[in-house]
């Protein structure tokens, strides 16, 4: 297991080498690198590697402010749209 | 039988006396009454709890507090409930998740990464 397939997220299966390669190639905000790799898109809402996408991320380049950075989106818990609105006759 | 931990220091004796009969993909299991899916499935021996929707990589037990969401089956129709919370009833029918027909991933592919 070298350094370079270590899955950071392990919803989306994306590995450190494809965020590091990505980061620096396309100088990526974090929001961006989650865009572009799908890192922090998966079933558990980012939660496992949130923190390591924008490390990641800002190790290329300057935290802007004026980026929306990634949090934590509602609903909290993955929610089926049956619990939503399911019709009951 | 099952390398349940029959006395914890901390929970104490584990309650053996009542035992249910589930099934999952198909396949009868025994296990302790309201034991979780997830410890059930363990104590019979199987850790794979589902499969990747991408990739088809066999996913099991992470963090095992409801959090991280690795261990979701499908329980009595129900999909995305978590084997490590939920209780178990009797004759409740368990199936995994297995591997997508389209995957998402040549998304990527083409948009160039």
């Known amino acids: 297991m070298s350094e370079?397939?270590?899955?950071?997220?392990?919803?989306?299966e994306v590995t450190y080498s494809?965020?590091?390669?990505?980061?620096?190639?396309?100088?990526?905000?974090p929001r961006e690198l989650k865009l572009r790799t799908r890192a922090g898109m998966g079933y558990?809402?980012?939660?496992?590697c949130r923190n390591a996408v924008d490390s990641i991320a800002l190790e290329s380049t300057e935290r802007n402010e004026s980026q929306i950075s990634l949090k934590y989106q509602p609903p909290i818990r993955p929610v089926s749209?049956?619990?939503?609105?399911e019709v009951i006759e | 039988m099952s390398q349940r931990i029959i006395n914890h220091p901390v929970l104490g004796k584990l309650d053996e006396s009542q035992t249910i009969t589930f099934t999952f993909n198909d396949v009868e299991y025994?296990?302790?009454?309201?034991e979780s899916?997830?410890?059930?499935?363990l104590a019979n021996g199987i850790r794979t709890l589902r499969?990747?929707?991408?990739?088809?990589?066999?996913?099991?037990?992470?963090?095992?507090i409801g959090h991280c969401f690795e261990c979701r089956v499908t329980v009595d129709g129900v999909q995305g409930e978590r084997a490590c919370l939920t209780p178990l009833t009797q004759g409740m029918k368990v199936v995994s998740g297995g591997k997508l027909q389209t995957d998402v991933r040549d998304w990527r592919a083409n948009h160039g990464k």
């Open chain 1, 4 to 12: 370079k397939d270590i899955i950071i997220c392990r919803c989306e």
């Open chain 1, 18 to 29: 494809e965020l590091k390669e990505t980061a620096r190639k396309f100088q990526c905000t």
């Open chain 2, 37 to 41: 899916i997830a410890a059930a499935l």
């Open chain 2, 30 to 34: 025994s296990a302790l009454q309201n």
């Open chain 1, 44 to 48: 558990c809402g980012g939660r496992t």
């Open chain 1, 81 to 85: 749209f049956g619990k939503l609105g």
């Open chain 2, 51 to 64: 499969h990747h929707e991408e990739s088809g990589s066999p996913r099991g037990i992470y963090c095992n």
